[in-house]
């Protein structure tokens, strides 16, 4: 009984009966012999046979398999842990991991309780791109209105180019499909646009299309004077479309959620397509990667900075 002193008495088979144990006990409890009393008594195993060794047969013991199991296990987990290359590729893949889940959590969560009511400056931008690109297609004169208005070209007046802008952002490139225009604003303008509202994302894409062309317009000039730059033919190219303001809200964003991939892979790509196609378009995404890094700086690391220093000195004094 559970109450009982335990004694020195021993228990054998004929006080238990055999079943000693509650019912449902698989071997009759915890009061009949164990595997190591009935090897201490003389009892042994059975086996392939009385005269044979267990040494010699080694499924017989299945104890040293047990053994030899988990000491070659053991010994692979640690050749892995010792091999620097499954160690770097671990690494790599985790932080990998880590960014993807960083940069698209926000937008996944705002996008599935929100719906498209999440992105709205970018579900009007995609509007703006697809209004355009049905103008230039299915109405007479529509491509030379859609080029009057956002058809930038380098070579024109600036008095000219200025007011062609803003909409040269929502135009889509002449050598690009529409639907590739719109998928990139869709992507890339909602992503920032749940991370840091539809103004700010905005702001950054204005001013960095416009930054561009103007970047652009320099080079063409440092062509004319010093013979470097972009050919003379990028001065009669049509300057639209949305790639360079993507590339530069991948990179602040990524630079200010710290998802160094996502950095790596929008630079490693845009820096191979320049290099590979080194015209006018190659050129304004390397420009837009530098505007990203900037705008990063200036935004978050010098106004931050320069709001803490001046409240210092007007709580100081």
């Not at 530069?248 to 950095?263: E, M, Q």
Request: glycine fraction near 10%; aromatic fraction near 8%.
């Amino acid at each position: 009984m559970a109450n009982d002193t335990v004694t020195d008495r021993p228990q054998g088979p004929a006080e238990g009966g055999g079943h000693g144990g509650e019912p449902g006990d698989p071997v009759g409890g915890g009061d009949g012999p164990t595997a190591g009393d009935l090897v201490r008594i003389g009892f042994s195993s059975p086996g392939p046979g009385p005269d044979s060794d267990s040494k010699s047969h080694p499924d017989s013991n299945p104890d040293s398999n047990l053994n030899a199991e988990s000491e070659s296990g053991s010994d692979s987990d640690a050749g892995s842990r010792r091999n620097p290359v499954v160690r770097a590729a671990v690494a790599v893949g985790r932080t990998f991991v880590r960014d993807m889940v960083v940069f698209f959590s926000v937008p996944v969560r705002e996008v599935r309780t929100k719906k498209l009511m999440a992105i709205p400056a970018t579900v009007l931008c995609v509007l703006t791109i697809g209004v355009l690109w049905i103008l230039e297609m299915n109405r007479p004169g529509g491509l030379a209105f859609v080029i009057d208005i956002a058809g930038v070209r380098q070579g024109e007046p600036i008095w000219q180019l200025l007011p062609q802008l803003p909409l040269s952002l929502f135009a889509p490139a002449p050598d690009l499909p529409a639907w590739g225009a719109m998928a990139q604003v869709l992507i890339a303008f909602g992503i920032a646009e749940c991370w840091l509202g539809w103004k700010k994302m905005i702001a950054i894409a204005m001013i960095t299309s416009a930054v561009t062309s103007m970047a652009a317009r320099l080079m063409v000039y440092a062509s004319n004077w010093l013979h470097i730059g972009t050919p003379q033919i990028d001065n009669f190219q049509v300057d639209t479309g949305p790639s360079v303001a993507v590339v530069s809200l991948l990179i602040y964003l990524a630079l200010r959620l710290r998802t160094y991939w996502v950095v790596a892979l929008t630079a490693v790509s845009m820096g191979g397509e320049a290099a590979i196609l080194p015209n006018l378009a190659g050129r304004e995404h390397l420009v837009a990667i530098s505007l990203g890094i900037v705008t990063y700086f200036l935004l978050d690391k010098w106004w931050p900075a320069w709001r803490r220093r001046r409240i210092e000195r007007a709580t100081a004094d």
